[in-house]
Every structure is written in C-alpha cells, then in structure tokens.
C-alpha cells in the first residue's frame, strides 16, 4: 500500500473539506491510503477504513501573521510541518499535499524534503497553453518572493528537468518573464538574468516572454520570481473565470444558450483551477503539491490524481482514477 499524505488543517474552509475529498478518493482507487495529519477525533467521525489509513495527530497551523521559521522551532503539533515529516521518514508515502501556508510548505521542505543537490525548492504551476495538449511550466509562482539573477538561473533548471522528466521534451525551452521581449527591456534582476541564462550549460533559452505571450506556448519553462509568477497565475485564474461568466451570461441573453454552455464548458475543463490548480515543489525528494488556501474536496481528489500520476512518471495531468 502506497500512501498520500495529507494535511487536513491549511484549508480557509477547514479540515472537513479536505476529509471529504480524502474519503472520495479512498472510495475511488482501492490501491491508495492516506497519513492524514489532523484532528483525530474529526478523522475518526469519518470512519475510513483502519487498514487504508494512517492518523498523525496535530492542531496547528502557520498562519499569515506567523513566521514560518519561527513557528518551526516554537510550535509543537503543526500539521504542514509533520506532514512533510511523516513524508521524509516513510518510504511508503508518495508524497504530500497541503493547502497550508506557502512559506511553512517551504521552510518544512527545506528542513525535512531537500534534494541532493542542496537547490532552493519552488513551486511551479503547469499552465493549458494555446497549443492543444501543450503546457507551461511556471516557475516560481510564490515560494520565494525577493530572488536574485543566480536563483532564477536555479529555476530554469528545476523547470526544464521536471519538463524532460515527465514530458518527455529532449531540450526544453526555457523563456525569461519580462515587459518586452527585448534583452535590454525588464527591471533590474530580469536584465541581469538574460545573459546568465544565455551562457548557461544546459539550458535552451528562447529570450524574455512578455505577460500576453505566456501561454502562447512560446516556451516550455517561463522562469520569473515568485511575486510576478504568482501574479500570472492568479490573473490567469481570474480572466479565465471572468470570461466563462460572460459567456453564460451572453448565453442566455442572446439565446444561445447551448452554444454558450458548450463552450463555457470546454473553457472550464481548461482552465478550471479546482480541478488541476496544484503547483508542485521543485527540488524536492518528495512530490509536494501545494493547493490553494480556499481549495475544498474537489481540489483534494484532483491533487491525489495529479500525485500518482507523477509517481507513475505520467504526465501532470493524465486520469489515472475511473471517470
């Protein structure tokens, strides 16, 4: 039996939301169990089965107004940091899943999770492009929020070994986030970044990608800091959900309402974010899968397909559960 753990405590919604996803993914795939990392009381009351389930007991979480490294040192029963614990200890964990605080999920990373080769972790999202099939890998999208030139050097690298990892791509192509596609156009670290990563070994670098051009799939890995990588992914997100609200909108004003519907829907299986919303650390032993704070069961089952998938070396978004 392989396990995922989970940390039932970082969710806005609280710790239910996240048993209920536990519990549909324990009723849909027989070869999986989870170390749940919470209540246990609360756990018991769901009455998952003793042989598929594990139970670390904690009531703690990092908050927002938390140090992360302080809260690792002074607190005692933090579920995001005994999770990342249970997942450097047993061998048969797949990894972990969390919607706790990004800063805790790297500081536990760091302490119990680092790879062998000692690179700062970061968190990358995989973005649907506009090419049918193709992804964006990117990378950081919150984990560290002030970098410099040599770091984001470190990011190309994370990004195109996940990308040659699971998506089979011989020579990923890595693009610089910038405001023109220009050398000489960004801010200071952008500038001093593009020549780096134009003499780096090992990395096939295509030259700054501007925010309109992100998922144009001009680029397999777009490497920025972690504030203008966050950014993307939330205005992504909010775009994204703004234009399949028109739509239905559009829908039923017009009475096209089929036609709207249909296309709303294929939108949505795109660029629904409950559904495929998981960043994943880099530069970790373990997968972890960061979901966002107000994530619920939805994202719970999503994260746990996603997780196997890249245990199984299948690619971020394959079904590996029975529809």
């Not at 989870?34 to 990092?62: C, H, N, S, W």
């Not at 700062?120 to 193709?134: F, Q």
């Not at 704070?293 to 089952?301: C, E, H, L, P, T």
Request: glycine residues 8%.
């Amino acid at each position: 039996m392989k396990y995922i753990v989970i940390d039932t405590l970082g969710s806005d919604q609280g710790p239910k939301t996240i048993l209920d996803g536990v519990k549909e993914v324990l009723d849909s795939n027989f070869e999986i169990g989870f170390v749940i990392v919470g209540d246990p009381k609360l756990i018991e009351e769901y009455q998952f089965p003793k042989d598929r389930i594990k139970v670390v007991e904690a009531y703690e979480t990092v908050t927002n107004m938390d140090n992360p490294v302080e809260a690792f040192y002074k607190k005692d029963k933090v579920s995001i940091f005994l999770a990342l614990k249970e997942a450097s200890e047993n061998e048969d964990t797949l990894g972990v899943i969390s919607s706790g605080s990004t800063g805790a999920l790297m500081v536990g990373s760091i302490k119990y999770l680092l790879d062998d080769k000692k690179t700062r972790p970061a968190l990358a999202a995989i973005l649907p492009t506009i090419d049918k099939g193709a992804c964006t890998c990117v990378v950081d999208t919150g984990a560290s929020i002030d970098v410099g030139p040599h770091q984001l050097v470190e990011f190309a690298h994370l990004g195109s070994d996940f990308m040659r990892k699971l998506y089979k791509i011989e020579s990923p192509k890595v693009g610089l986030l910038s405001v023109g596609s220009e050398p000489t156009k960004g801010n200071k670290l952008v500038k001093e970044t593009y020549p780096l990563l134009e003499q780096e070994e090992g990395i096939n670098f295509v030259g700054n990608i501007e925010g309109s051009k992100a998922l144009d799939h001009l680029c397999d890995v777009l490497v920025c800091d972690g504030f203008a990588g966050n950014q993307v992914l939330k205005v992504t997100q909010g775009v994204a959900s703004n234009l399949i609200k028109e739509m239905v909108k559009y829908g039923y004003t017009s009475g096209k309402v089929d036609e709207a519907k249909a296309l709303a829907g294929h939108l949505m299986s795109l660029y629904d974010f409950e559904s495929s919303g998981a960043a994943i650390m880099l530069g970790v032993k373990k997968t972890v899968l960061k979901c966002r704070g107000s994530s619920g069961a939805k994202a719970i089952i999503a994260a746990s397909k996603i997780l196997i998938n890249l245990n199984d070396n299948r690619t971020y978004f394959e079904t590996v559960f029975d529809d």
